[in-house]
């Protein structure tokens, strides 16, 4: 596709479910990054996938939060035993080269996680 | 670790002022980009600066790194009911393996 795809925009959900949320970049991307952001505040870094190299977690905020990344394009981000708190928006972006090539990322519109 | 911070967090202007914001980092960077949000929208990509001392002009918009490298603006010219939504500065270290964003400014322009 023309840009970067995330799937589903919007997703309610039972506090103690999984959720799992998908991003589809742009062909031929190398990096993927994943962000969240709640209401009315920055980007706080997730993840991050470079090719085939081990993922860098860093930015996890707990042992609830995974992600994988299938033969080097799509990435799905899952949530377990979802918390209130993890209500936000999930970004994913994605750039040509891999960070650290002064390469632009480009954001899909996000997934809006609400937590009931 | 690297941080980024940004002032103000919020701005409400005339339509027809200036607005400038401000992006400092802990560290000095490598690189600097700048992105728009809307409201309701996604980040967009609008710049990099990489050079000491570098100034970029897009229309109304002007974009500086400072001579140390850790620090920035954005200051737009005229401000326009166009202009609104959030500014987010992100650097990069000199070992290039982090881009951090900073908290943003959010812009609002009355008409």
């Known amino acids: 596709g023309a840009g970067v795809s995330q799937s589903p925009s919007n997703k309610v959900t039972e506090k103690g479910k999984d959720v799992e949320l998908r991003c589809d970049p742009i062909?031929?991307?190398?990096?993927l990054y994943w962000y969240r952001q709640s209401l009315g505040q920055g980007l706080e870094f997730l993840i991050y996938f470079q090719g085939n190299s081990a993922p860098d977690k860093s930015g996890l905020p707990s042992d609830r939060f995974s992600a994988e990344r299938t033969g080097g394009s799509v990435s799905t981000l899952t949530i377990q035993r979802t918390q209130q708190e993890d209500s936000a928006v999930y970004l994913c972006?994605?750039?040509?080269?891999?960070?650290?090539?002064?390469?632009?990322?480009?954001f899909g519109d996000g997934t809006r996680l609400s937590i009931l | 670790g690297q941080q980024v911070m940004q002032i103000p967090q919020y701005q409400h202007v005339q339509e027809g002022e200036d607005f400038t914001t401000y992006c400092n980092s802990s560290t000095t960077l490598s690189n600097i980009q700048w992105y728009k949000q809307r409201p309701g929208g996604h980040p967009v990509f609008l710049i990099q600066?990489?050079?000491?001392?570098e100034v970029k002009k897009q229309k109304r918009l002007t974009f500086q790194f400072g001579e140390a490298k850790k620090n920035s603006s954005l200051h737009i010219t005229a401000t326009q009911t166009t202009d609104v939504g959030t500014y987010f500065c992100?650097?990069?270290?000199?070992?290039?393996?982090?881009?951090?964003f900073g908290g943003g400014t959010r812009l609002m322009v009355k008409p």
């Open positions: 972006a994605s750039s040509l080269l891999p960070r650290g090539s002064n390469q632009p990322q480009h």
């Open positions: 600066l990489v050079k000491s001392g």
């Open positions: 062909s031929g991307h190398t990096a």
């Open positions: 992100a650097g990069s270290n000199n070992a290039g393996n982090m881009l951090t």
